[in-house]
């Protein structure tokens, strides 16, 4: 079937895909956010729903990660954090936890050259230590073989509960008033942030949740104060390019004011990308 191609053209990220004729004369301006988050959800549903066990559905949402980094990454999407496994998933079977650490070995091991190729950084927050040893190794030398790579920074969220990272925050801030390295009135915003997981990187601007679930499960709360979320019914298995796509979208058609007016802000919003469909 002939078709035409989806291209985008900004800022020297270019990337194009086959689409059918029938889309060839659509022209959307999207509107690429700097700092992508996704809730990945589903997978377990989406094995139960086929009679799999639910290892099946980690597996496969594996494979769906592999294919949105990269996906992201053609974009031009400078961070894209990704909540891989909870504070709150220790308490699931241990045959799966344990499966789940193998898994993210395995992925650790397999996606090192694509991170090295296109110049991707792996960073990592959560409770670190509460992982395998193994792992943790991996995630070291992951982390340290890419820590120059420049054109996009891929997080993990691993152990993580944002509830856990405030109270975490608040001991290194309270240490350093004790210490006499700070004093109470001089504790801002900046600071408080600073002693966060993710210091040094920008707040999301987008955060993606798919399964249908509408709520944030103690996924960066401080960080999501201003985000846009799109909720999708999609389980993560079966999320892709196009539904990607399709929540780009749909954010591109929000307005972010960040407290102001629509006049105020009007101007000072960047042109999309162009985006032939």
């Given at each position: 079937m002939s078709g035409s191609a989806f291209h985008v053209n900004f800022q020297g990220h270019q990337f194009q895909k086959n689409l059918p004729a029938s889309t060839a004369d659509q022209v959307v301006f999207m509107h690429i956010p700097r700092h992508l988050a996704i809730i990945m959800d589903g997978n377990g549903r989406w094995a139960e729903q086929r009679h799999l066990p639910r290892i099946s559905g980690h597996r496969q949402g594996v494979r769906v990660v592999r294919d949105i980094v990269k996906e992201c990454h053609r974009l031009g999407i400078d961070?894209?954090?990704?909540?891989?496994?909870?504070?709150?998933?220790?308490?699931?079977?241990?045959?799966?936890?344990s499966a789940l650490m193998d898994l993210l070995g395995r992925y650790l091991q397999s996606e090192l050259e694509l991170m090295l190729k296109?110049?991707?950084?792996?960073?990592?927050?959560?409770?670190?230590?509460?992982?395998?040893?193994?792992?943790?190794?991996?995630?070291?030398?992951?982390?340290?073989?890419?820590?120059?790579?420049?054109?996009m920074v891929l997080t993990l969220a691993l152990s993580y509960g944002a509830r856990n990272e405030l109270v975490r925050a608040v001991r290194k801030i309270a240490a350093k008033v004790?210490?006499?390295?700070?004093?109470?009135?001089?504790i801002t915003e900046r600071t408080f942030a600073d002693c966060l997981d993710t210091a040094g990187m920008p707040d999301p601007d987008l955060l993606i949740r798919t399964s249908g679930e509408m709520r944030v499960s103690?996924?960066?709360?401080?960080?999501?104060?201003?985000?846009?979320?799109?909720?999708?019914?999609?389980?993560?298995?079966?999320?892709?390019?196009?539904?990607?796509?399709?929540?780009?979208?749909?954010y591109s058609s929000r307005e972010r004011r960040f407290g102001l007016t629509h006049d105020q802000v009007a101007g000072l919003r960047p042109e999309g990308r162009r985006v032939n469909h």
């Amino acid at each position: 079937m002939s078709g035409s191609a989806f291209h985008v053209n900004f800022q020297g990220h270019q990337f194009q895909k086959n689409l059918p004729a029938s889309t060839a004369d659509q022209v959307v301006f999207m509107h690429i956010p700097r700092h992508l988050a996704i809730i990945m959800d589903g997978n377990g549903r989406w094995a139960e729903q086929r009679h799999l066990p639910r290892i099946s559905g980690h597996r496969q949402g594996v494979r769906v990660v592999r294919d949105i980094v990269k996906e992201c990454h053609r974009l031009g999407i400078d961070y894209l954090t990704l909540y891989a496994f909870s504070s709150e998933n220790w308490g699931r079977p241990e045959e799966e936890v344990s499966a789940l650490m193998d898994l993210l070995g395995r992925y650790l091991q397999s996606e090192l050259e694509l991170m090295l190729k296109n110049r991707i950084s792996l960073r990592v927050i959560g409770e670190l230590d509460r992982l395998p040893p193994g792992v943790r190794s991996a995630l070291k030398e992951t982390v340290e073989r890419t820590r120059n790579n420049g054109d996009m920074v891929l997080t993990l969220a691993l152990s993580y509960g944002a509830r856990n990272e405030l109270v975490r925050a608040v001991r290194k801030i309270a240490a350093k008033v004790q210490a006499g390295l700070l004093l109470p009135g001089e504790i801002t915003e900046r600071t408080f942030a600073d002693c966060l997981d993710t210091a040094g990187m920008p707040d999301p601007d987008l955060l993606i949740r798919t399964s249908g679930e509408m709520r944030v499960s103690n996924f960066l709360l401080w960080q999501l104060a201003y985000a846009e979320m799109v909720f999708t019914p999609v389980l993560w298995p079966d999320f892709n390019e196009d539904e990607l796509h399709r929540c780009l979208e749909e954010y591109s058609s929000r307005e972010r004011r960040f407290g102001l007016t629509h006049d105020q802000v009007a101007g000072l919003r960047p042109e999309g990308r162009r985006v032939n469909h």
